[in-house]
């Protein structure tokens, strides 16, 4: 079975300062890898994915994220953050074969501050 | 845009009554979803479904059941509620394999 793991729970970061938010998974396969927002208030929507290719994806709002297998990570990055960032972050993994069956991270809350 | 209705924002219940949440997406997805959301745990696969009459267990199906008679709407059925279901309850959809969620904004329910 797949297994995240999001080292922050909580991210303090003044307004146009970089971010970066850390994801590590665990699989014995090949697996797919996916970042959540959440804002308050409000569902989740998807900010990029990884399924093949260039190991780095961008994503909207001026998110990245860089899979690393290696490192089994996939770590969220923004080079300068808004006080509209400020959300409840996910990352997901699933493993090839198993359709849209994913696993969660706990999350990590990023704060964002003038 | 897609859009996954659930049908109540808030829901107080009591201990061993059966209690329905309803989710409806309106763009003809196969899969469709539920999860709960705990803080400090994130969110959880309870079931999902790839077709109508389909259902598969997700990571936590204890204490859960789920119907989907209908390609749009998929329920997920609490057949005597318990204090630790006291959750947020997320459902979304998806078009196909490895395509992007579409969530709910959720049900808070509180189970007294």
């Known amino acids: 079975a797949q297994s995240v793991t999001q080292l922050d729970s909580q991210v303090p970061v003044f307004e146009e300062a970089p971010v970066e938010l850390r994801c590590n998974y665990s699989?014995?396969?090949?697996?797919?890898l996916f970042w959540y927002v959440q804002y308050p208030n409000q569902g989740l929507q998807l900010l990029l994915k990884?399924?093949?290719?260039?190991?780095l994806v961008k994503g909207i709002n001026g998110f990245e994220a860089e899979f690393n297998k290696s490192q089994t990570s996939f770590h969220l990055r923004k080079p300068s953050v808004h006080i509209s960032d400020t959300a409840e972050y996910f990352c997901?993994?699933?493993?090839?074969?198993?359709?849209?069956?994913?696993?969660f991270g706990t999350g990590t809350r990023l704060q964002v501050t003038l | 845009d897609v859009k996954v209705t659930q049908s109540s924002r808030y829901l107080v219940k009591r201990t061993g009554e059966k209690v329905f949440l309803e989710c409806v997406q309106d763009?003809?997805?196969?899969?469709m979803f539920w999860y709960r959301q705990d803080p400090g745990l994130g969110l959880r696969l309870i079931y999902f479904?790839?077709?109508?009459?389909?259902?598969e267990k997700g990571d936590i199906p204890e204490g859960y059941s789920v119907s989907r008679e209908k390609k749009e709407r998929f329920s997920l059925i609490l057949e005597s509620a318990s204090t630790n279901q006291t959750s947020m309850y997320l459902c979304?959809?998806?078009?196909?394999?490895?395509?992007?969620?579409?969530f709910g904004s959720g049900t808070q329910l509180s189970v007294l």
């Open positions: 979304a959809s998806s078009l196909a394999e490895y395509e992007k969620l579409f």
């Open positions: 699989s014995s396969v090949s697996v797919y």
């Open positions: 990884y399924l093949s290719g260039s190991t």
């Open positions: 997901a993994v699933t493993r090839t074969g198993t359709a849209s069956k994913l696993t």
């Open positions: 763009m003809d997805h196969e899969n």
């Open positions: 479904s790839y077709d109508v009459k389909m259902k």
